[in-house]
């Protein structure tokens, strides 16, 4: 068994696939690469073919239907032979200093028999744009150098979210859970990353800025703009959040805040990219979200609808929409998420 399987889900990643790989390689012979090539038309397949001819215990290459995103991660948990599970998009990479101090983690805490169900790290937000990379840590908020359950952690500070980039799950509990992501849709991040939490029991983190998450591409998904255009991909990945787990389930209760602040940041990204659109459809769209989420599950309905976010979003009207711009634009400023 290898000690880390890394998912490397491509579509026409050819600019930038080297860059990925190469700073992936240097986990040696305790690291599979799974490059999963979702029905590239340019010469992503030729790239990843090269890795794999040239280091065949190492690299393994997996052509597929495009099926997006998150059927690209589908194939890597259902092939992954490592223990623990990693995505890295290909227009990422990670830091490889950070890298060896992870896999030494890894290594330890299977020499130990403490393998964890998720290990946390920090990412770094690489804009061209920002002269000062933004580091996502979690220091003083996850204890460090041991094992450690919910119940040990500290308050998440809004803006600290356990994003993609962030969390290796131990590959087991993936399929256990039976996490599958939908076909066709953007966002499905958010999926990856809150549907397991309600599994998770034990966790690691490793204070190192090891993920280095790429952004500022004018035609990428966080963009604004695209994300507007594929509004409905995100109400569909908030919809499956909300029917996915039920709140009122949830029994650690540190966990359940955590939860809660997750979907419902995600719940005010899409109010909010579905009031800037300034259509009357989207407007339509953001109350049949509501009806929906009520419809679903009452319980976390109360929960966000009643909460300041919740309230915020749906005060009446022009200048309601106003004031939910603009606290966007200053959470924006203020946590940092695009």
């Known amino acids: 068994m290898k000690l880390l399987s890394i998912a490397v889900p491509c579509y026409n990643s050819q600019a930038y696939l080297d860059k990925c790989i190469q700073s992936l390689l240097a986990g040696g012979d305790e690291v599979e690469i799974l490059i999963i090539n979702d ?10 073919e090269k890795y794999a001819c040239k280091y065949p215990d190492i690299v393994h290459v997996i052509h597929q239907e495009n099926g997006g995103h998150g059927e690209a991660v589908n194939t890597g948990i259902l092939n992954a032979r490592g223990m623990y599970f990693k995505v890295v998009d290909s227009d990422d990479w990670v830091d490889q200093g950070a890298y060896i101090k992870i896999l030494d983690t890894l290594r330890q805490q299977g020499e130990k028999g403490e393998v964890t169900d998720m290990v946390i790290s920090n990412f770094v937000y690489e804009n061209e744009a920002v002269r000062h990379k933004k580091v996502m840590n979690f220091r003083g908020i996850f204890p460090e150098g041991r094992v450690f359950t919910w119940n040990e952690v500290g308050r998440l ?4 979210y356990l994003l993609m980039h962030s969390v290796i799950y131990r590959t087991r509990l993936l399929r256990e859970c039976g996490l599958r992501l939908p076909k066709h849709t953007f966002y499905v991040d958010n999926l990856f990353v809150y549907l397991p939490l309600i599994y998770v029991k034990t966790m690691y983190y490793v204070d190192v800025d090891f993920y280095r998450y790429y952004i500022g591409r004018e035609d990428q998904s966080v963009n604004e703009e695209v994300m507007i255009k ?16 039920s709140l009122e389930k949830v029994e650690n209760e540190t966990l359940k805040k955590y939860m809660f602040h997750y979907l419902e940041i995600v719940t005010t990204v899409t109010n909010v990219l579905l009031v ?7 407007l339509r769209k953001k109350k049949e979200l ?6 679903t ?5 109360n929960l966000l609808r009643y ?5 915020v ?5 022009r200048p309601g929409r106003k004031v939910t711009i603009g606290l966007y634009k200053i959470s924006q400023k203020v946590v940092g998420f695009n």
């Open 39 to 48: 029905g590239s038309t340019d010469c992503t397949a030729q790239i990843a």
């Open 157 to 160: 500070p809004r803006g600290h």
């Open 230 to 245: 594929r509004i409905d991909q995100q109400i569909k990945v908030n919809r499956l959040m909300v029917a996915g787990i």
């Open 276 to 282: 800037k659109s300034g259509t009357k459809e989207n």
């Open 290 to 295: 509501w009806n929906y989420i009520k419809e």
């Open 297 to 301: 599950d009452v319980y976390t309905y």
């Open 307 to 311: 909460h300041i976010a919740g309230v």
């Open 313 to 317: 979003l749906n005060l009446p009207g």
